[in-house]
């Protein structure tokens, strides 16, 4: 009976729970654009246009092709996104040198470090996350033709994320749950750095005073996630198409260089900014979503003091 009470008492608890409100909002709020965003990355020749795979996703598999996989990522992400906003609280107060009492927030030196560290760590969780809705996004029906709209011409069906797990370690073990660690390492961590930063800068340059004080309000939040979430997926987008492809089809590369070369080379570096137009959309509707559960769960959940509960 008191563990909720003293749970929420703590900086931990309220991360932990802040987190889980805003994480949640992002995945069910840009999830459909997500699926469109996979499955042009991984489409071969041109690629199709993101309405053009929205439609045919649609009538071919029905609407709720597009939430495919949002299991994995719904499970995960409460704990995800308590370690990332937790991580990145303690690391950017570390880095913070400019930071001189506990009220003051860090420095966007200290910022910028918090979230590089944060992208780094994080990707212990998210890699096997990201491996097992990847491959549910790219996952087409049987019926179908050959073709399927980004995923390499597979038809290989799997019944959940459970199941997917289960035959990824019966044909690749351990080592392959975790295929693309290297390649979401060196995404997330410069990226993250670019996120945070960007959202502590947008939000302070709209609402002087609100790093300090937390009295921004809901369009602050709303736009300066937004443009965080912008900001991160531009800056690290050609690796996102290189962990898309690697995750999405192991029997076609080796590597992450080798990956590289043989897209590049067949169809030319326009491959790499595959699908940033539906990215950059979905980046600031979701970023949007998740800085403003995520600040306005903080503070709703902040107790006066103990008697409140």
Same mark, same amino acid.
């Given at each position: 009976?008191?563990f909720?009470?003293?749970?929420?008492?703590?900086?931990?608890g309220?991360?932990?729970v802040?987190?889980?409100?805003g994480g949640?909002?992002?995945?069910? $709020?840009?999830?459909? +654009?997500?699926? %469109?965003r996979i /499955?042009?990355?991984?489409?071969?020749g041109?690629?199709?246009?993101a309405y053009?795979?929205l439609? /045919?996703?649609v009538?071919?598999?029905?609407?709720?092709?597009l939430?495919?996989?949002m299991?994995?990522?719904?499970?995960?992400?409460t704990?995800?996104?308590?370690?990332?906003? !937790?991580?990145?609280?303690?690391?950017?107060?570390?880095?913070?040198t400019?930071a001189?009492?506990?009220?003051?927030p860090?420095?966007? =030196?200290?910022?910028?470090?918090?979230?590089?560290?944060?992208?780094?760590? !994080?990707?212990?969780?998210l890699?096997?996350?990201?491996l097992i809705?990847?491959?549910? !996004?790219?996952?087409?029906k049987?019926? #179908?033709?050959n073709?399927?709209?980004g995923s390499?011409?597979?038809? #290989?069906?799997?019944?959940?994320?459970?199941d997917? $797990?289960?035959?990824i370690f019966?044909?690749?073990? +351990?080592?392959?749950?975790?295929?693309g660690?290297?390649?979401t390492?060196l /995404?997330?961590?410069?990226?993250?750095? %670019?996120?945070?930063?960007?959202?502590?800068y947008?939000?302070?340059?709209?609402?002087?005073?609100c790093?300090?004080n937390g009295?921004?309000?809901?369009?602050?939040?709303?736009?300066a996630?937004? +443009?965080?979430?912008v900001a991160?997926?531009?800056?690290?987008?050609?690796?996102?198409?290189? =962990?898309?492809?690697?995750?999405?089809?192991?029997?076609?590369?080796?590597?992450?260089?080798?990956?590289f070369?043989?897209?590049?080379?067949?169809?030319?570096?326009n491959?790499?900014?595959?699908?940033?137009?539906?990215a950059?959309?979905? $980046?600031?509707?979701v970023?949007g979503?998740?800085?403003?559960?995520?600040?306005?769960?903080? /503070?709703?959940i902040?107790?006066?003091?103990?008697?409140?509960?």
């Amino acid at each position: 009976m008191e563990f909720w009470p003293e749970f929420l008492a703590s900086s931990w608890g309220r991360e932990f729970v802040a987190g889980g409100f805003g994480g949640t909002a992002g995945v069910m $709020a840009g999830y459909p +654009l997500d699926t %469109v965003r996979i /499955r042009q990355q991984n489409s071969t020749g041109g690629g199709a246009a993101a309405y053009q795979i929205l439609r /045919r996703v649609v009538a071919t598999e029905g609407p709720f092709a597009l939430y495919r996989g949002m299991a994995a990522p719904i499970a995960s992400v409460t704990f995800q996104n308590a370690i990332a906003f !937790q991580t990145y609280a303690i690391l950017s107060r570390a880095f913070g040198t400019n930071a001189t009492s506990s009220n003051d927030p860090p420095s966007y =030196k200290g910022v910028a470090l918090g979230g590089f560290g944060t992208g780094a760590i !994080q990707t212990l969780l998210l890699c096997p996350v990201e491996l097992i809705k990847i491959r549910l !996004q790219l996952q087409t029906k049987p019926i #179908t033709t050959n073709q399927s709209y980004g995923s390499g011409g597979g038809t #290989t069906t799997h019944k959940g994320p459970l199941d997917v $797990a289960r035959s990824i370690f019966r044909s690749e073990g +351990l080592r392959g749950i975790y295929r693309g660690l290297g390649i979401t390492v060196l /995404r997330d961590a410069p990226a993250h750095a %670019v996120y945070f930063w960007t959202y502590e800068y947008t939000r302070e340059s709209l609402h002087p005073g609100c790093r300090k004080n937390g009295q921004e309000s809901f369009r602050t939040m709303l736009l300066a996630g937004g +443009l965080a979430g912008v900001a991160s997926w531009i800056c690290c987008y050609p690796l996102d198409v290189v =962990k898309t492809r690697i995750q999405g089809r192991s029997d076609l590369y080796t590597g992450i260089v080798d990956c590289f070369r043989r897209s590049v080379r067949e169809e030319g570096y326009n491959v790499l900014w595959r699908g940033l137009g539906t990215a950059v959309m979905r $980046a600031f509707i979701v970023n949007g979503a998740i800085f403003t559960a995520y600040e306005t769960a903080l /503070r709703c959940i902040v107790p006066n003091n103990k008697d409140d509960f």
